[in-house]
C-alpha cells in the first residue's frame, strides 16, 4: 500500500524517503535485510506487523513496494522475482481462457514469447497493432479483448504511445490498458496519471540501475485491482527476495540523477550518430524528425537514454561493430549506469524472428551509460570505423 505521506512531496524526495523509515529498534535509516522465512507468532494467529511468511510478506519487500507504489502514483505496489514473472502474474489475473490481448508490434522479446508461446497455450487470444496508432489499435479489439499491452518508448524501435489516447480506448472497449514504463522510468513517465491500469517494470533495469539484482514490478491505482493482484502474488509465489528487494532499493534512490545524465549523454550520442556517414537511421524520441516527438515531449520529462540506430552494411556491419566497442560492454539488458551496446535480432529479440514484431537486420542497441559522454562518442565512432 502506498503511504499517502509522501503524496505531494517531490520525486527526487519520494525516491530516498517513501517505504525507507527508519528501523524502530536501532534507528538503523536503510530498512534491514530481513533474511527470514517465517516469523513468530503471539499464540495461533497472533501475527506481529501482519507477518507470517516471508512469500505472503516479508518487511525489505513491503518496504520497496511501498516505494513502488509512490513513485508511480499508485496505491498498489507489487514487487517480483523477475519482470516476466510480474507479467506472469498480472496475465493471470486479470486473463481467462478464451480472452484476448492486443500486443504491441514492437515489445521486448521476452514479453512476445510470454504471449505467443506460454499464455496462447493457455487459450488466450492476441493479435497486434501499431499502439501508436489509434486506428490500428481500435481495428485489432475484439469484443474478447480484456487487455491493450503498451511499451512506450517500445524496446528496441523506440516507439511512442500516446498513453491518454490508449486509455481512453481501452476505457470504452471496456479492456484494461497496461503499459510497459521499463525503458523511461516512473522519473520520465507517470502513465497511471495518464489513464493506465497497470504499470509493469523490470526492476532489472533503471530501477535496480547497477546491473546487479533481477526483478519486476507491478503498480496500480485501483484498490481493488491491487488486492487481487497481491492474492496472485502469493498464490503464484514468485516474489522478490529480501536481499534483492533491499538492492533495487538502493538503486531507486539515485534513479533521478542516473536518469537525468543517461539522457544528457543520449542526446549527445544522438547528435554524433546523425552526422555519421555509416549511420542509416538514428531511432530516437528526442529528434525532433521522430515521428512520436511530440507525444512524448508531452507526457514525459525527458527522453531516455536508450538509443538504436541501423548501420549501412546489413546485418554483418552491425554485428561487427558491437564487436569492437570497448567501453560499451556487448550484452543483454539495460538501465545500468555502465554503457551496453546489443544486436537485437541475434540477442533480446531473436524469439520475434519470422513474427510481425521482427527487428532489422541491421539495427544496433544501445543503453547508454553515465560515464564521460566524449569517451563513450569516441568509443562509438571508432567501433563504426
Given at each position: 500500500?502506498?503511504?499517502?505521506?509522501?503524496?505531494?512531496?517531490?520525486?527526487?524526495?519520494?525516491?530516498?524517503?517513501?517505504?525507507?523509515?527508519?528501523?524502530?529498534?536501532?534507528?538503523?535509516?536503510?530498512?534491514?535485510?530481513?533474511?527470514?522465512?517465517?516469523?513468530?507468532?503471539?499464540?495461533?494467529?497472533?501475527?506481529?506487523?501482519?507477518?507470517?511468511?516471508?512469500?505472503?510478506?516479508?518487511?525489505?519487500?513491503?518496504?520497496?513496494?511501498?516505494?513502488l507504489a509512490a513513485l508511480?502514483?499508485?496505491?498498489?505496489?507489487?514487487?517480483?522475482?523477475?519482470?516476466?514473472?510480474?507479467e506472469d502474474c498480472l496475465?493471470?489475473?486479470?486473463?481467462?481462457?478464451?480472452?484476448?490481448?492486443?500486443?504491441?508490434?514492437?515489445?521486448?522479446?521476452?514479453t512476445f514469447r510470454l504471449?505467443?508461446?506460454?499464455?496462447?497455450?493457455?487459450?488466450?487470444?492476441?493479435?497486434?497493432?501499431?499502439?501508436?496508432?489509434?486506428?490500428?489499435?481500435?481495428?485489432?479489439?475484439?469484443?474478447?479483448?480484456?487487455?491493450?499491452?503498451?511499451?512506450?518508448?517500445?524496446?528496441?524501435?523506440?516507439?511512442?504511445?500516446?498513453?491518454?489516447?490508449?486509455?481512453?480506448?481501452?476505457?470504452?472497449?471496456?479492456?484494461?490498458?497496461?503499459?510497459?514504463?521499463?525503458?523511461?522510468?516512473?522519473?520520465?513517465?507517470?502513465?497511471?496519471?495518464?489513464?493506465?491500469?497497470?504499470?509493469?517494470?523490470?526492476?532489472?533495469?533503471?530501477?535496480?540501475?547497477?546491473?546487479?539484482?533481477?526483478?519486476?514490478?507491478?503498480?496500480?491505482?485501483?484498490?481493488?485491482?491491487?488486492?487481487?493482484?497481491?492474492?496472485?502474488?502469493?498464490?503464484?509465489?514468485?516474489?522478490?527476495?529480501?536481499?534483492?528487494?533491499?538492492?533495487?532499493?538502493?538503486?531507486?534512490?539515485?534513479?533521478?540523477?542516473?536518469?537525468?545524465?543517461?539522457?544528457?549523454?543520449?542526446?549527445?550520442?544522438?547528435?554524433?550518430?546523425?552526422?555519421?556517414?555509416?549511420?542509416?537511421?538514428?531511432?530516437?524520441?528526442?529528434?525532433?524528425?521522430?515521428?512520436?516527438?511530440?507525444?512524448?515531449?508531452?507526457?514525459?520529462?525527458?527522453?531516455?537514454?536508450?538509443?538504436?540506430?541501423?548501420?549501412?552494411?546489413?546485418?554483418?556491419?552491425?554485428?561487427?561493430?558491437?564487436?569492437?566497442?570497448?567501453?560499451?560492454?556487448?550484452?543483454?539488458?539495460?538501465?545500468?549506469?555502465?554503457?551496453?551496446?546489443?544486436?537485437?535480432?541475434?540477442?533480446?529479440?531473436?524469439?520475434?524472428?519470422?513474427?510481425?514484431?521482427?527487428?532489422?537486420?541491421?539495427?544496433?542497441?544501445?543503453?547508454?551509460?553515465?560515464?564521460?559522454?566524449?569517451?563513450?562518442?569516441?568509443?562509438?565512432?571508432?567501433?563504426?570505423?
Amino acid at each position: 500500500m502506498s503511504d499517502d505521506s509522501h503524496e505531494h512531496q517531490s520525486f527526487e524526495t519520494r525516491a530516498i524517503h517513501a517505504g525507507n523509515t527508519a528501523d524502530p529498534q536501532t534507528g538503523a535509516v536503510v530498512p534491514p535485510i530481513y533474511q527470514v522465512s517465517t516469523y513468530k507468532q503471539d499464540g495461533v494467529g497472533g501475527l506481529r506487523g501482519g507477518y507470517e511468511y516471508s512469500r505472503s510478506a516479508n518487511p525489505t519487500r513491503t518496504a520497496l513496494e511501498e516505494n513502488l507504489a509512490a513513485l508511480e502514483g499508485g496505491r498498489r505496489g507489487l514487487a517480483f522475482a523477475s519482470g516476466l514473472a510480474a507479467e506472469d502474474c498480472l496475465l493471470r489475473t486479470l486473463l481467462s481462457p478464451g480472452d484476448h490481448v492486443v500486443i504491441p508490434n514492437d515489445a521486448y522479446g521476452g514479453t512476445f514469447r510470454l504471449f505467443a508461446k506460454v499464455v496462447s497455450r493457455w487459450g488466450v487470444e492476441w493479435s497486434v497493432a501499431d499502439t501508436s496508432d489509434a486506428d490500428s489499435v481500435r481495428a485489432a479489439l475484439t469484443p474478447k479483448t480484456k487487455v491493450i499491452w503498451v511499451e512506450t518508448p517500445s524496446n528496441p524501435l523506440l516507439g511512442i504511445t500516446d498513453i491518454a489516447v490508449v486509455a481512453d480506448i481501452a476505457r470504452t472497449a471496456g479492456a484494461k490498458l497496461v503499459v510497459d514504463n521499463t525503458f523511461a522510468s516512473p522519473y520520465l513517465q507517470q502513465p497511471l496519471a495518464l489513464g493506465a491500469d497497470v504499470v509493469v517494470h523490470s526492476l532489472t533495469k533503471y530501477m535496480g540501475g547497477h546491473s546487479d539484482v533481477v526483478g519486476g514490478a507491478l503498480v496500480t491505482a485501483d484498490e481493488a485491482l491491487g488486492e487481487e493482484l497481491a492474492y496472485h502474488q502469493n498464490a503464484m509465489g514468485a516474489v522478490a527476495g529480501p536481499f534483492d528487494s533491499w538492492v533495487v532499493l538502493r538503486g531507486i534512490k539515485t534513479l533521478a540523477v542516473r536518469m537525468d545524465r543517461h539522457a544528457e549523454n543520449a542526446a549527445k550520442i544522438v547528435e554524433v550518430l546523425k552526422r555519421h556517414p555509416k549511420v542509416t537511421k538514428v531511432l530516437y524520441p528526442g529528434l525532433p524528425e521522430h515521428p512520436g516527438h511530440e507525444i512524448a515531449a508531452k507526457q514525459m520529462r525527458n527522453f531516455g537514454g536508450m538509443v538504436s540506430f541501423q548501420v549501412a552494411g546489413g546485418e554483418e556491419e552491425a554485428v561487427a561493430v558491437c564487436g569492437r566497442t570497448k567501453i560499451f560492454t556487448l550484452a543483454e539488458s539495460l538501465g545500468g549506469v555502465e554503457s551496453l551496446i546489443e544486436h537485437p535480432g541475434r540477442m533480446t529479440h531473436a524469439s520475434v524472428a519470422g513474427s510481425a514484431l521482427e527487428v532489422p537486420a541491421d539495427l544496433i542497441r544501445v543503453s547508454v551509460g553515465i560515464e564521460n559522454a566524449d569517451d563513450l562518442i569516441a568509443d562509438l565512432t571508432q567501433a563504426l570505423g
